[in-house]
């Protein structure tokens, strides 16, 4: 059928890990992010077990307190800047992005190794955070001044190392771009590009736009550790919410960073699934864009508490308010999509309905949080932990699993048992719902979050979440391990095993080196079923 | 899409007098600006907010070429502005209010 | 098997984007200084007068003059002038030169007086003052940073100009390294009304 290898039997680069390492071919760059940032994920889940085994047997001791503070801090630096905000657009963009186009790669193929590169040394700088200077870092994920400007902890490496991955982020995001604007196929319209695309195009001016305010505010802790030039500290006339603005101008929009591709994957996979196109293809495209725009402005919705004006409360409420809006076109769409479709149920459909499930849930405790009088009572408890991971982990997490499920043919040319990852869903779900709903119900009760220990009133809820952890973890090394087992004793999967009509699907599994013999000219939208022609 | 853009892609290309001349007008701006700041606390930030976008937008203009560009990079620079001034506002929705 | 492709709107779209992230970068310092003078605008005022105001100008003149070079040395290359752009572009690293020695005094005087962060003198001042110097130090810093980078960019394009592999028909690499010191350009045009016009 096709002259040209695939992928991964091209040994033009030389064999073995020199050719990975050395590879601008953009569907192993996809594959070096998806290998190193799987292994950062289970890292994470097991610093996330530890946290709540600490939680099982409160005043035992089983860590330290300061450890324990470490231990949430390395989790979510761990699972934010090394998963959730590079994951789905560094892997699947990587490996997808120029195929759903038509092109041969992305528009700068050696820059994309180096953005690899970088990624990787801000993970190394991460890690040795842990094992220099003052220790492993304490002040949790934020980073927040003047804790941040004052511990004795190893703060200076670990948010160089942040900074670095800011780097690796913006460069993929220049990348794609440009890839967009420059390499698609004849024919291939803005609008006919398939929705991935289009949630690759928003995220990644969101990495632009956002991703360096990050980097300034974590150059100036940095300066402040080292020279007190005290531009975040009181002593000396500084703001320390100047701070949690300027962190926040990045890290929420990150927040959109982190689901925008999950919810363009879930647009691929919906229609394929139902064989017929999305509902609302172009409602569905700006709803990206005008994420990633009002997205943008709600950020000091993390501030209500901190001592804001009152002014600004109303205005970050009500913008906050306003953001719900594109999220819940987007639901509404995926759901029409459903209604007549004729549906194939196969696994990578129901991780997405589950995303769609859980994402409506998180989304929903937001929307709570974003009212002022509720955001009192329930900042900084388990409500925000709870909420924040349906739709980090319910969200981007099962997005990213739905969209491994459905693309693994594809990038491996194997077939993984149908029958254990459907086995692998139930304690997913359930263990997921236990550990989460559980949170959510604490932080009502008034749980705070970070703390090292609890009231005895909490104990009975705290057990239940932390049984739902165990469950979570099985599911997750059931999930894993099929796929893991797949790639090396997997059945050979077909060109086309879903029935989907995007581009990817026409070519071989896995694809040859250039993904395409002659580059495809387009004449239709992404997804063109055969039925609806009738 | 592979050939179809080689070689340079603007047409007639502006000679070595336009840029001299819009180095003679930042001069110009720039003189500007220092005697407002000697007329006091007004004129400075009146000059500070005139001036200063005028010099950036000449040098953007003319010496990064923008004028001779298709709209797409002009559109990223616009953008670019407008989301930090919608950053700038909103700041100050807190800290003019506090 | 490896087809030439090549596209030099791509590439300069790719630098532009760059230079948004960069234009971010230094919006977030942009905006932190303004929170900061809108709190403090009288010892913002006072700090700024102990700035030398007549270095800050020169420096500006010599900025504005190395980016007139560099946007030269392209209409050089366009027009095939190679000896041309090579003056023209010893004359922008050059002026870089004259940028950092003059910065260089300026930096030296103030810590001469005890201006610098964490310094003793500094903290008898009140905190407006201490937070103005911190921000002068860190923008005036970091665009110093920016400016050995880009000379580091154009110490490369120039090499590339002598040997000849930028030339008439293919000089992306010479607009985009200026795009990057036009750039550098730009921040100094804002950096020089909000210090050293600030009194």
């Known amino acids: 059928m096709t002259t040209q290898p695939s992928y991964l039997d091209y040994t033009g680069n030389g064999t073995g890990l020199k050719a ?9 760059v996809g594959l070096l992010y998806l290998y190193s940032m799987i292994s950062f994920f289970l890292v994470a889940v097991g610093i996330g077990v530890v946290m709540r085994l600490v939680q099982l047997y409160p005043f035992q001791h089983l860590v330290k307190a300061q450890t324990y503070n470490a231990l949430f801090t390395l989790h979510g630096v761990i699972m934010i800047f090394l998963f959730v905000v590079p994951g789905l657009p560094a892997i699947f963009g990587n490996f997808f992005l120029p195929i759903l186009i038509g092109a041969k790669d992305v528009a700068f193929p050696r820059l994309n190794l180096a953005s690899w590169y970088f990624f990787m040394a801000g993970a190394i700088l991460a890690i040795l955070s842990l094992f220099t200077g003052g220790g492993a870092p304490d002040t949790g994920w934020t980073f927040y001044a003047p804790f941040s400007l004052k511990t004795g902890t190893n703060i200076s490496l670990a948010v160089f190392g942040a900074f670095v991955l800011g780097f690796s982020s913006m460069l993929t995001g220049i990348n794609f771009i440009v890839t967009i604007h420059r390499l698609r196929a004849p024919g291939m319209t803005f609008f006919r590009m398939p929705l991935m695309a289009w949630a690759l195009y928003s995220t990644s001016w969101i990495q632009l736009l956002a991703t360096p305010i990050l980097a300034i505010t974590l150059v100036l802790v940095i300066l402040e550790r080292f020279f007190g030039i005290g531009i975040f500290d009181p002593a000396k006339g500084g703001d320390p919410l100047l701070y949690q603005h300027l962190f926040w101008i990045y890290s929420h929009p990150a927040v959109y960073i982190m689901i925008l591709p999950g919810m363009g994957a879930i647009s691929e996979i919906l229609p394929t699934f139902c064989k017929r196109p999305i509902f609302g293809y172009k409602a ?18 993390h501030m209500f508490t901190s001592g804001m004006s009152e002014f600004a409360n109303m205005v970050f409420s009500l913008l906050t308010m306003i953001v719900a809006v594109p999220s819940a076109i987007k639901v509404f769409n995926w759901v029409s999509t459903l209604y007549k479709g004729s549906i194939d149920f196969q696994p990578p459909l129901l991780f997405a309905l589950t995303f769609i499930f859980l994402f409506c849930i998180g989304g929903l405790t937001g929307v709570m949080q974003g009212a002022l009088a509720i955001n009192v009572h329930i900042h900084d408890t388990y409500f925000i932990v709870g909420h924040f991971h349906y739709v980090m982990f319910g969200g981007t997490g099962f997005a990213l699993f739905a969209a491994l499920l459905y693309w693994f043919p594809k990038m491996f040319g194997k077939m993984y048992s149908k029958r254990a990852i459907y086995a692998s869903w139930l304690p997913l779900f359930v263990g997921f719902n236990m550990l ?3 949170m959510l119900i604490l932080g009502m009760m008034g749980m705070p979050r970070r703390y090292y220990v609890h009231l005895p009133q909490f104990h009975w809820m705290h057990v ?71 | 899409m592979d050939n179809t853009t080689h070689a340079p892609s603007h047409s007639a290309h502006p000679g070595y007098g336009t840029f001299i001349k819009v180095w003679v007008a930042l001069l110009v701006c720039t003189f500007a600006l220092v005697g407002l700041a000697h007329l006091g606390q007004g004129p400075a930030v009146w000059g500070l907010l005139t001036l200063t976008p005028l010099k950036a937008g000449l040098v953007f203009y003319f010496f990064m070429h923008l004028k001779y560009e298709p709209p797409l990079l002009k559109v990223v620079v616009l953008v670019t502005l407008g989301t930090l001034l919608i950053f700038f506002a909103l700041l100050f929705a807190d800290v003019a209010f506090r | 098997m490896t087809h030439v492709h090549r596209d030099d709107f791509g590439s300069r779209l790719g630098m532009w984007l760059f230079l948004v992230t960069e234009m971010v970068l230094f919006g977030g310092l942009f905006i932190a200084y303004s929170a900061m003078r809108h709190r403090y605008p ?23 003059t190395s980016s007139l070079t560099v946007v030269l040395s392209i209409v050089a290359i366009q027009r095939n002038e190679r000896s041309r752009a090579i003056g023209f572009l010893s004359t922008t690293l050059g002026l870089g030169f004259v940028f950092l020695i003059i910065k260089g005094f300026e930096w030296a005087a103030k810590f001469h007086h005890g201006l610098y962060p964490n310094s003793a003198h500094l903290a008898t001042l009140p905190p407006g003052e201490q937070v103005f110097f911190g921000l002068y130090f860190s923008m005036t810093g970091l665009h110093g940073v920016h400016v050995i980078a880009g000379m580091g960019v154009l110490a490369w394009v120039l090499g590339m100009v002598v040997k000849g592999t930028v030339n008439a028909d293919k000089y992306v690499h010479l607009e985009n390294a200026g795009l990057y010191w036009h750039l550098v350009d730009v921040i100094w045009i804002f950096l020089l009304p909000l210090f050293y016009l600030a009194a």
């Open chain 1, 436 to 438: 989460y709903f559980g």
């Open chain 1, 284 to 301: 569905i495209a700006f709803s990206s864009m005008s994420i990633a725009g009002v997205g943008s402005l709600v950020w000091a919705h």
């Open chain 1, 20 to 28: 990975w390492l050395t590879s601008t071919d953009h569907k192993r």
């Open chain 3, 42 to 64: 009288m010892e913002f005022h006072h700090a700024g007068a102990e700035l030398n105001a007549v270095l800050g100008i020169t420096n500006t003149v010599v900025l504005l």
């Open chain 1, 464 to 534: 239940f979440a932390t049984v739902g952890s165990w469950l979570l973890v099985l599911g997750l090394l059931m999930y894993f391990g099929t796929l893991l087992y797949a790639i090396f004793r997997g059945k050979k999967a077909d060109a086309n095993p879903w029935g989907g009509v995007s581009l990817e699907w026409t070519i071989p599994s896995p694809p040859p080196l250039e993904n395409f013999e002659t580059i495809p000219t387009i004449t239709t939208g992404p997804y063109h079923f055969a039925e609806e022609e009738k």
